[in-house]
Nanobody, 117 residues
């Protein structure tokens, strides 16, 4: 079982920055993968940035603007979002995947990011 708690969402103007943080209830080094997804109104949930067994992947739409990092001491994974665009507006979810023979996925409650002038 993994509990995930997100923080850091809010309202920001286009071109601004936000940092999202996700705290896990267990050591992140025991997790197969962690990452951030987002879901905009009327759209499907999409992957934004993930770390899977040390490999980092970004959605094409955020490459060069977003970075993802982990802190093993705090058991957190952060998403630094720069040069935000209106189209980045969405609910952002933290995801963790645990491998115990089978794979188990866990999700945070989501945090709203609104980019608007």
């Amino acid at each position: 079982q993994v509990q995930l708690v997100e923080s850091g969402g809010g309202l920001v103007q286009p071109g601004g920055s936000l940092r999202l943080s996700c705290a896990a209830s267990r050591s992140i080094f025991t997790l197969y993968a962690m990452g951030w997804y987002r879901q905009a109104p009327g759209k499907q949930r999409e992957s934004v940035a993930t770390i899977t067994s040390g490999t980092i992947k970004f959605a094409d739409s955020v490459k060069g603007r977003f970075t993802i990092s982990q802190d093993g001491a705090k058991n957190t994974v952060d998403l630094q979002m720069n040069s935000l665009k209106v189209e980045d507006t969405a609910v952002y979810y933290c995801m963790a995947k645990l491998r115990l023979g089978e794979f188990y996925e866990y999700w945070g409650q989501g945090t709203q990011v609104t980019v608007s002038s």
